[in-house]
């Protein structure tokens, strides 16, 4: 079992839909978790960053943790054919590496 | 710009060669990381450094290997020993350790022929 698990997908939604995206995880002892958005044949960059249980929100971007459950989400109000995009989840606990999910592949059509 | 710089974009070896893929940063970042990326498994990390001089195996080191004779510079090379190379690989920085944001650069895409 990986520590880390992600549906690849892919996704395909209509502009404006609401996407949710999930990560589910074993191991207990991991305290941060990120949000990684990758357009195709660039390197990842970082959406949101959350350390708690509970949500953050940036925009039309929401970050959901749930610790008791191993269970993350980030979610994509209207969406955007912008938003096409691979999204990774990946997350750590102190002294150790980050792990990441396998990447889901959103395509948001106009 | 600060940011960093990966080349070549693309890179096509022959079997048995060994090749080395650069990457530079001017974050003035302590941590640098390189990462394997394969169609279906997320990123995989190969070797970190987080200081100059220093350098830990990550999770799948086995066919490379990597110098930090300075701060900005952290190059990987694929050696011969690498069963499958063909993959895209990722060069990040970041203040510290992991839990800080890693900045990772445009990557480069090798190929065995």
């Known amino acids: 079992q990986k520590e880390v698990e992600q549906d690849p997908g892919p996704l395909s939604v209509p502009e404006g839909a609401i996407v949710s995206l999930n990560c589910t995880y074993s191991?207990?002892?991991?305290?941060?978790f990120m949000w990684y958005r990758q357009y195709s044949r660039k390197g990842p960059e970082l959406l949101m960053y959350?350390?708690?249980?509970g949500n953050k929100e940036d925009g039309r971007f929401t970050a959901q943790v749930d610790k008791s459950s191993k269970y993350i989400s980030l979610f994509i109000r209207d969406s955007q054919p912008s938003d096409s995009a691979t999204y990774l989840c990946?997350?750590?606990?102190?002294?150790?590496?980050?792990?990441f999910g396998q990447g889901t592949t959103l395509q948001v059509k106009p | 710009d600060g940011g960093i710089t990966q080349s070549p974009k693309y890179l096509f070896r022959k079997e048995g060669q060994n090749v080395t893929l650069s990457c530079e940063q001017n974050?003035?970042?302590?941590?640098m990381y390189w990462y394997r990326q394969d169609p279906g498994q997320g990123l995989r990390l190969i070797y970190y450094?987080?200081?100059?001089?220093?350098?830990q195996k990550g999770d799948i080191a086995e066919g490379y290997s990597v110098s930090r004779e300075k701060k900005e510079s952290f190059p990987l090379t694929v050696t011969s020993a690498q069963k499958n190379p063909t993959a895209f690989y990722l060069c990040?920085?970041?203040?510290?350790?992991?839990?800080?944001?890693?900045?990772f650069g445009p990557g480069t895409r090798l190929t065995v022929l």
């Open positions: 990040a920085s970041s203040i510290a350790d992991f839990t800080n944001e890693q900045f």
């Open positions: 191991n207990s002892a991991f305290q941060y």
């Open positions: 959350t350390y708690s249980s």
């Open positions: 990946a997350m750590i606990f102190m002294g150790g590496k980050l792990i």
């Open positions: 974050l003035n970042h302590d941590a």
């Open positions: 450094s987080q200081i100059v001089n220093d350098f």
